[in-house]
């Protein structure tokens, strides 16, 4: 019951000394407001772009072909010497081929549920009279195509036949059809398009139309005009206009569920490097699964959130210094009030208490209110850049369980210089 009506007392005081208050929460008010929009918008971001990585297949490993590393050689002398890896260009016999990944597949059927396989044309300007769209061509297998979970508007996707006879076909996005056949997907469909790479054209029948979507990694900052959108061709087709008769530099593994794409990973690398690589002077198979990348990109977020928050957490420590410096005065203000409890019966115990209280409900009152400012301001932030808001718990718990020990810590020397009062020279204390 004590605590419950030193609570009210605390409150009293703040109600009779509003400015004075909240002058005093200020600090803390800044303080927790920066923490928490600081952990929020962080934990937003971060929420944001591991959902949009795990989107793209949190199981996905993708396997590439990479530089070998640098070479060592020690002399009759003990000198060592390092030679870094020859910048030496992909040649034919370089490549991953079809009979590679099929001997792959093979060997570990029980966990590779298929291959994720492109081949990229390049930016291109595609064109037909006065009107134009800017694409980024890229000839895909089924897998590839399925995995990028296109929404369909109108037409059909690729189709098995499309892939085995390298047909001159393409899925275009609906910004494409807006600008070049007047916002109507239907319209685009059957129709052909002339793309422009370099300083040669090349055309394509349009089969679908699909919903183009702006990627949730950032925000653009061009405008729809200038946007560039990806136009979709079977996989050979597009090898047949890069004249790609020997394979893939890079690919992307569908591994089975329960497979551990982590450990996965070296396997894959053991196998191909030991079975096909180990005699290239110059290249090696390096493999990298994306829930890897998810943890480690989360990882780097989250230290980063913690330690601008951290920084941004000194301003508590001017707060609690400010906090200890009022419930100063207060003491001194109120000297007879003190001297009067104490004659009527109070302990120093009691005394204690009673000014730390007033301490925790004024730190806990600025951190509420910080929390609220920090939780607005990173809302507001989030959705400028486009995410999703994602409160942080964690600072929010952090932020009033410190509120409270920053009450009583710079509290409890107020507090104590109250209760060593003498009661006697308290009441006599004008």
């Known amino acids: 019951m004590l605590i419950w009506e030193n609570v009210l007392l605390a409150l009293n005081g703040l109600r009779a000394n509003k400015m004075r208050s909240l002058l005093t929460m200020l600090g803390i008010i800044i303080g927790i407001a920066s923490v928490i929009a600081i952990m929020t918008l962080g934990d937003s971001i971060s929420s944001s772009v591991t959902d949009s990585m795990s989107a793209m297949g949190a199981n996905n490993i993708t396997v590439g072909l990479q530089q070998k590393s640098a070479a060592t050689e020690t002399t009759g002398s003990g000198m060592t010497f390092s030679f870094g890896p020859r910048m030496n260009q992909i040649s034919e016999d370089d490549y991953v081929t079809d009979e590679m990944l099929k001997e792959l597949s093979e060997r570990y059927a029980s966990s590779i549920e298929g291959y994720l396989l492109s081949e990229n044309l ?9 009107l134009y769209a800017y694409v980024n061509a890229v000839g895909v297998n089924e897998a590839k195509l399925e995995n990028e979970d296109l929404t369909l508007l109108a037409g059909r996707k690729l189709s098995q036949r499309d892939q085995t006879e390298a047909r001159k076909v393409a899925l275009a996005s609906d910004l494409l059809a807006e600008k070049m056949f007047g916002g109507r997907p239907l319209e685009a469909v059957g129709k052909k398009v002339d793309v422009l790479f370099g300083d040669r054209y090349y055309s394509y029948t349009i089969v679908g139309v699909y919903e183009y979507e702006e990627s949730a990694m950032g925000f653009s900052s061009v405008s729809d ?9 079977p996989l050979q087709s597009a090898k047949n206009q890069n004249h790609n ?12 569920s329960g497979v551990s794409a982590s450990d996965f990973c070296t396997v894959i690398e053991d196998y191909m490097n030991s079975r096909y690589y180990k005699d290239n002077e110059s290249f090696e198979i390096s493999a990298m699964s994306m829930e890897s990348i998810v ?13 601008i928050a951290a920084i941004a957490g000194i301003s508590l420590l001017v707060g609690g210094i400010g906090v200890m410096n009022i419930m100063l005065v207060s003491i001194t203000e109120r000297t007879r009030e003190i001297g009067t409890r104490k004659a009527l019966g109070a302990t120093n115990g009691s005394i204690r208490l009673q000014f730390i209280m007033e301490a925790i409900v004024l730190c806990l009152a600025g951190g509420i209110m910080g929390i609220l400012l920090g939780i607005g301001i990173a809302a507001g932030v989030t959705r400028m850049m486009g995410y999703a808001v994602s409160p942080s718990a964690a600072g929010i718990v952090l932020s009033v369980s410190f509120s409270i020990l920053i009450g009583v810590f710079f509290g409890y020397y107020p507090a104590n210089k109250a209760a060593k009062l003498n009661p006697i020279e308290a009441l006599r204390y004008e």
């Open 245 to 256: 008769t020997s394979g893939y530099s890079q690919f992307t593994v569908l591994t089975a």
């Open 225 to 233: 005009e200038d946007t560039e959108t990806t136009m979709y061709l």
């Open 122 to 130: 390049g930016s291109g300007t595609a064109q037909q009279g006065s």
């Open 295 to 307: 943890e480690s990109m989360t990882e780097m977020l989250s230290t980063i959130s913690l330690a």
